[in-house]
């Protein structure tokens, strides 16, 4: 006896290939939108094309989330040259106006 992966009945080892393949229950993956589905269920065309498209639209938020995340962290620091530079120019500024008293 084995049983069945979709429905887990016991079925005789010679008609377990073609009874899983005939069960309701058994779970397929689609390669196409990367979605598991059971094989009563609905998977045409249509469906496997939405699913397609929201993995590729969550694929699109993951680098656009990290995109967005890079640009802010750039951004920091380049205010923290400018700074960092106007500050030395204020200090460079400073000096000379001690030189030029002197």
Known sequence: MKKCQGCLKSILKQNADQYELQCEHVEIFCINCQATYRRRDTHN???CLRNQ???QNDLFELKLTSLE???KRQ???L????QQQKALIGHLDKQSRLAEGK
């Open 69 to 71: 995340n890079e640009l």
């Open 45 to 47: 065309a249509i469906v």
């Open 79 to 82: 205010i923290n040259i400018d």
């Open 75 to 77: 951004t920091e620091l």
């Open 53 to 55: 498209m929201k993995n």
